[in-house]
């Protein structure tokens, strides 16, 4: 038998940027206590608390990316126009839905189970 625990308490949020004007639809999620951008090198350079700010313009020309901070201390990537951010932030912090994948260690399955971000469930004892 497979496990799987929610991450209830957050949500990912829509996000949209015209020009360097930030905003995020505050309906469309669910636990943000805030909001950081990066540059590519994994430099953070900006940290808001409001659902609508601005970046420098220099830095949405020469690349970044966004993430959304919860708090149930996950992160979820909210704008990453160059693919980068995976490089910088943590897996384990990465909100997938999914919070931990647990198996009976009597299962008989053939293949290992793992969560969305590529984890290998924990087996556990059947009790």
Known sequence: MRHFTNDNEAKVYETKISGN??????QSGRGA????????????????NT???????????????MTI?????????ALDPNGVAKNFVPEDRILTGISSVSVDEDNNATTETYDLTGRKAERRKEV
């Not at 609508?52 to 020309?61: E, G, Q, Y």
């Open 69 to 77: 901070a919860h708090g149930n201390g996950k992160e979820s990537i």
């Open 21 to 26: 004007h930030i905003t995020v639809d505050r």
């Open 33 to 48: 206590v805030g909001f950081k951008v990066y540059d590519l090198k994994g430099k953070l350079k900006r940290v808001s």
């Open 51 to 65: 659902f609508k700010f601005d970046i420098p313009a220099d830095l949405v020309k020469a690349g970044y990316f």
